[in-house]
């Protein structure tokens, strides 16, 4: 007889969860996450510096689970090779998520750069869930990034990703290794899982040079956290992000902020 599966957690069952999981591998993490969710579940990566880590553990359990990107059609040649090549040597399945309509929509919309950042000075505009309106690079983000990552999401019940709490911002700090999400248009809560939210830079370099995996190009270059061509400068010091939007007050494009998790307040 068949195994059953793992029933679904609510959100008290995900905080003991949390308290459980902090001193668990990311692997171990992982395995639950997927043995737990499978198939409502997918890894998200915007094929950065560091991205070949999370993506190999990944496959190392079921090459199956599908790799969310979001092609917002302004990353760098070298990220789309980066894409490519993991992809290709670990067996997984890349989903390109672009903006809703397509390419050609957007672009008959928004005929001028939304991401010029030398226009754009100074426009940050606060999150989509305070249902304000967005200008500029905020914009250029919904539409690219945040959009079509809910529309990614809709289906599923969880997903990965690789964020970390030394990751630079306050936000990233107070990540969790479960959040949970209750999104008004759906009936069944999102478990987003952060298996590497304790981990450092060390631990995370570490995993990438023993297991040989890739890394994007840009690295040598001084580039250490990388998204779109247009808003992405090399690092100046230890702060990895401070390339991104430079000289804006942006520091995230949306993905990890439109909401905040039902369990940041418990
Ligand atoms: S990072 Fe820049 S180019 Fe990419 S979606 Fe955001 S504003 Fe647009």
């Known amino acids: 007889m068949l195994a059953a599966p793992p029933s679904i957690p609510n959100l008290e069952e995900i905080e003991r969860l949390n308290q459980e999981f902090e001193a668990a591998t990311p692997q171990e993490?992982?395995?639950?996450?997927?043995?737990?969710?499978?198939p409502r579940i997918a890894v998200t990566s915007s094929f950065g510096a560091s991205s070949g880590a999370i993506l190999h553990m990944v496959s190392e359990i079921d090459r199956t689970v599908p790799v969310v990107f979001l092609q917002t059609h302004y990353?760098?040649?070298?990220?789309?090779?980066?894409?490519?090549?993991?992809?290709?040597?670990?067996?997984?399945?890349?989903e390109n998520w672009e903006v809703w309509g397509g390419r050609p929509r957007f672009l008959a919309h928004y005929p001028d750069d939304l991401n010029k950042l030398e226009t754009l000075d100074g426009l940050a505009i606060p999150e989509a869930a305070a249902g304000k309106v967005h200008t500029g690079i905020d914009l250029c983000c919904w539409h690219n990034k945040v959009e079509p990552l809910e529309r990614a999401l809709r289906n599923r019940l969880a997903y990965i990703t690789s964020l970390r709490r030394d990751g630079g911002s306050e936000r990233r700090r107070r990540t969790r290794i479960l959040e949970f999400y209750q999104r008004p248009d759906r009936p069944e809560p999102t478990v987003k899982v952060n298996p590497m939210a304790n981990w450092d830079k060390k631990a995370l370099w570490r995993y990438i040079h023993d297991h040989e995996?890739?890394?994007?190009e840009l690295w040598a270059e001084g580039y250490k956290s990388i998204g779109c061509a247009p808003c992405t400068l090399p690092a100046q010091g230890d702060d990895e992000r401070s390339g991104r939007w430079s000289g804006t007050q942006k520091i995230e494009c949306g993905i990890h902020t439109s909401q905040e998790p039902l369990n940041y307040s418990i």
């Not at 040649?77 to 490519?84: P, Y």
């Open 213 to 216: 995996i890739p890394v994007h």
């Open 29 to 38: 993490i992982l395995r639950w996450a997927i043995e737990t969710y499978r």
């Open 75 to 94: 990353h760098f040649a070298e990220t789309l090779k980066l894409r490519d090549e993991i992809a290709d040597r670990f067996g997984l399945t890349v």
